[in-house]
């Protein structure tokens, strides 16, 4: 069977052929749109150009696309990339190598053009190239459900960074990997649902029995001696491996890599949402909040009498929460529970089903009728677009925790404080309860130290299935 190393040009270069027969097709349609259905004005007998005479300009426009596509990634073949992320890639450079191409016609001035043509192709190779990415991304989760493509891993470490590693692998299946189970240096304990396969000695021995297509090393500094051995024994054995470097036990994602004449510098990484991304983030939650609490004005009005007609309490419920920075401030959700529920906590803390030191029940005895449906749809969550338009929390953001959560974190979990809660979130899209704290955690600092539009927006699409299949919303 062909691995991975072997495909990847062959499937490259499959990208690179089909993206070539969509750039022409794209603009073959467009070339109709406008001289013969007429789209964009008549056109005069005089201005009228072949479809031959523009054979130049589609030859210069598909060179100057795939070279912009290579320069800018979009044939990189990355592991767990999203359709997103794809089709940002694919927008940012289509409209870069269109003004390069518009920018060579003018400077040799070779032959005229229609505008409306240029415009037209623009519009529909991006959407043909987007609609084969999401196209293949289908294919893909459709073969990885039916567990085809899919790399089944071995972690080696059992330390903090290697728990980290299992953590995101197992709450990121986009990624294309299946955790079999990790090795680690003393010990053969299981740790909850990753399981302990055996210890380092072992390596080949465990990869031979679990058909294991890669390994990821993950050792912490008093254990780099053993990586020589390990590593020697993958390619023995003839399995791809990957070195997570251990730099202070910080996260993954957690450093920032600079060069100085060569010389590399590696620092820690600061909070990508600052400065102007800040302001435009803002911007976008008051025009997003303002526009939909405009909007579902009806249905927050039937909401309202449902909850009044049901069971006695105020419609709203209001809950000290702590935001960005640690600051405490007033959170607002729909009441799903009878008056007073929080003073059962006690008695039911034995029912608890999430992780530490969060508490929840599914099926709570405390929920009221409406309240249980409000949950379900998460309907209840719409009143946090107050706290939005008051800026003490986000579209997208961190889980606002309680005050007594924050009292029992440990230090690294503090760092889930430098954004702003979200009203969604990369938590919600990825298992909402059902996920264990701590990777719920992870979750969230990686989107403090990655944040982007693109990851805004990607975790705004995903929440509408997390939504509407209702996983983990109790």
Request: hydrophobic fraction near 45%; aromatic fraction near 10%; include cysteine.
């Amino acid at each position: 069977m062909l691995r991975r190393g072997k495909i990847g040009p062959l499937l490259t270069l499959g990208i690179v052929v089909s993206d070539l027969a969509l750039i022409n097709a794209a603009f073959i349609i467009a070339y109709w749109m406008r001289y013969s259905l007429g789209i964009g004005g008549a056109v005069e007998e005089r201005f009228y150009i072949s479809l031959g005479d523009y054979s130049s300009f589609q030859v210069i426009l598909s060179l100057v696309l795939l070279s912009v596509y290579g320069l800018a990634g979009v044939y990189r073949q990355r592991q767990g990339i999203s359709f997103i992320d794809e089709a940002w890639k694919v927008l940012g450079a289509t409209s870069i190598g269109m003004m390069l191409t518009l920018a060579l016609v003018y400077i040799f001035r070779s032959f005229s053009y229609s505008r409306a043509l240029v415009a037209f192709s623009w519009a529909l190779i991006i959407l043909l190239l987007w609609a084969a990415r999401l196209a293949k991304h289908l294919i893909q989760a459709y073969l990885r459900r039916r567990g085809l493509g899919i790399r089944r891993v071995l972690v080696v470490g059992g330390d903090s960074m290697g728990k980290r590693v299992m953590h995101v692998i197992a709450t990121e299946p986009n990624l294309g990997y299946r955790l079999v189970g990790f090795v680690q240096e003393n010990g053969d304990e299981d740790m909850g649902r990753f399981k302990c396969l055996g210890r380092l000695e072992n390596v080949t021995e465990v990869v031979h029995d679990h058909q294991i297509d890669e390994v990821i090393i993950a050792l912490p500094s008093s254990s780099r001696r053993d990586i020589p051995l390990i590593t020697e024994k993958c390619q023995k054995g003839g399995v791809s491996f990957k070195i997570v470097p251990d730099l202070y036990e910080m996260s993954l994602s957690g450093v920032d890599i600079d060069d100085l004449r060569g010389i590399p510098i590696v620092g820690v990484k600061e909070t990508s949402i600052r400065g102007f991304d800040l302001l435009l983030k803002r911007g976008i939650d008051v025009v997003i909040s303002l526009t939909a609490l405009v909007l579902l004005s009806p249905l927050w009005a039937l909401i309202a009498l449902l909850i009044k007609l049901d069971s006695p309490g105020p419609i709203v419920f209001r809950q000290l929460r702590v935001g960005k920075g640690g600051k405490p401030f007033k959170f607002y959700k729909f009441r799903s529970m009878r008056v007073k529920a929080e003073d059962d906590i006690t008695e039911l803390s034995d029912q608890n089903e999430v992780s530490w030191p969060l508490f929840k029940i599914k099926n709570d005895p405390r929920l009221t009728r409406v309240g249980s449906f409000l949950r379900r749809t998460s309907l209840d969550e719409l009143p946090q677009l107050i706290n939005i338009l008051k800026g003490e929390m986000s579209l997208v953001g961190p889980r606002p925790p309680l005050p007594s959560e924050v009292e029992k974190y440990e230090p690294w979990h503090m760092k889930r404080l430098e954004a702003a809660p979200g009203l969604t979130g990369l938590w919600q899209v990825s298992g909402r309860s059902d996920l264990p704290f701590d990777e719920m955690v992870m979750l969230d600092i990686y989107y403090i130290e990655n944040w982007s539009l693109g990851l805004d927006f990607r975790a705004l699409l995903q929440t509408i299935p997390a939504v509407i299949s209702g996983q983990g919303a109790y």
